[in-house]
């Protein structure tokens, strides 16, 4: 998919001015509340018409002030389940669904619609009139009319938050299948960072209806302030693991991270291979023990071994740099540093318990601390005092 977005939109004191640029199978939208992210669907979508510039989706002009170009909502060849999408009223969700089956030329059809009314469990508000229906059902035929449709392009806002946690997990593989398999992209609004991650780890960031970043979490962690922004919170560091295997007696997935092996907590949903490169984990740096040496007959599962690469000050604290094929930060006192004679160059073992662990999928509600190291080369101090990076 490539999206190309260059579009101005004045509604009041809201003043949206949006270019982007997105050449990813599938994306998160992310912002707070007034950001501008249901306004960017609506745009792409054509329920909002902008006042000026350009949208254009693999080449096809969705709309073009310079060359009169609007086309209808209906003609594009984008799926949208929007918070304000309102179906004819005096439709039953069969007739409306029927409707949107039959208008998909039969070479196209992904979806079979007997399949999707199971997925939803649409089956008992079939004979129901829309405009009669809760709010999270309607999203959920909204959903399935948007699937039906066949499009290049499935634009969701806050979708998962509406249909509940149940239709979540039932409907994340499905996602992720239509866009390994068939490639079909997601382009996800949301306020919880987790519910993006859950599909995708690149995000374009707005605010006041200006995009601030657009890239990797990776990317976008490494601007000041940014994460404080994303409510990621009480992190250190934050790795990008592949799961391996699940042990389910020894209660763990085993991944890896970097080269790096490493217990996690078990979570049986994440994919063996590949597809688990999604998954990210975070690790506090006081949650990280040192030992000069491998220990036997510990708990902790995870005893990594690195060389010290920096020892830095950070008021009561001291920050350890360690090497481990990537980068890990502990902190620890500096009376511990002194009693253990610590020096740059030396071979050290870094101690993590497993469930001090976290997946940044269910950080949503994490207290703020503070936001050391993103694992990357990339080190800065995000306190009261002036933001710097610590090393290059």
């Known amino acids: 998919m490539l999206l190309e977005m260059n579009v101005k939109l004045r509604r009041g004191h809201f003043d949206l001015t949006t270019r982007l640029s997105i050449n990813d199978t599938s994306v998160g939208l992310f912002g707070k509340s007034g950001s501008g992210k249901s306004t960017v669907l609506g745009l792409i979508a054509g329920t909002i018409q902008p006042q000026s510039g350009h949208i254009v989706l693999d080449g096809k002009i969705l709309f073009d002030s310079r060359k009169g170009i609007m086309m209808p909502r209906e003609q594009r060849p984008v799926g ?20 949107a089956y039959n208008r998909t030329l039969k070479h196209r059809r992904i979806f079979k619609l007997d399949f999707l009314i199971e997925l939803l469990e649409l089956g008992p508000i079939l004979n129901h009139v829309i405009e009669l229906l809760s709010a999270g059902e309607r999203q959920r035929v ?3 009319r948007s699937l039906l449709k ?6 969701l806002d806050e979708t998962f938050a509406a249909i509940g946690n149940g239709y979540r997990m039932q409907l994340l593989p499905i996602l992720k299948r239509l866009r390994n398999e068939l490639g079909l992209p997601v382009l996800y609004a949301s306020q919880s960072l987790g519910e993006i991650l859950d599909l ?8 006041q209806g200006k995009v601030l970043h657009n ?5 976008v962690a490494k601007q000041q302030g940014m994460l404080r922004y994303l409510g990621i919170r009480q992190i250190d560091n934050i790795l990008p693991v592949t799961v391996s295997r699940h042990d389910y007696v020894s209660g763990c997935s085993l991944a890896h991270s970097f080269g790096l092996p490493l217990t996690l907590p078990l979570r049986p949903h994440l994919v063996v291979g590949s597809e688990a490169r999604e998954a990210q984990v975070s690790i506090r740096a006081n949650d990280i023990a040192l030992s000069r040496s491998y220990i036997d007959g510990i708990s902790i599962q995870n005893q990594i071994k690195g060389r010290i690469c920096a020892l830095i000050p950070s008021g ?4 350890v740099q360690v090497d481990c094929g990537t980068t890990l930060l502990a902190e620890i006192t500096p009376g511990a540093c002194r009693d253990m004679a610590l020096q740059e160059g030396e071979l050290i073992y870094c101690l993590i318990k497993t469930h001090s662990i976290a997946y940044l999928t269910e950080l949503d509600a994490l207290p703020y601390q503070r936001v050391i190291s993103h694992g990357d080369g990339h080190y800065y101090l995000d306190t009261a005092g002036p933001t710097s990076d610590l090393l290059p």
């Open 150 to 155: 066949s499009p290049r392009l499935l634009l």
């Open 215 to 219: 890239g990797s979490l990776l990317d």
């Open 316 to 319: 009561e604290s001291l920050i």
């Open 142 to 144: 909204a959903l399935a």
């Open 80 to 99: 949208a389940v929007l918070q304000i999408d309102c179906a004819d009223s005096a439709e039953t969700v069969r007739d409306n669904l029927t409707a």
């Open 200 to 207: 995708t780890d690149r995000l374009i960031v707005l605010e």
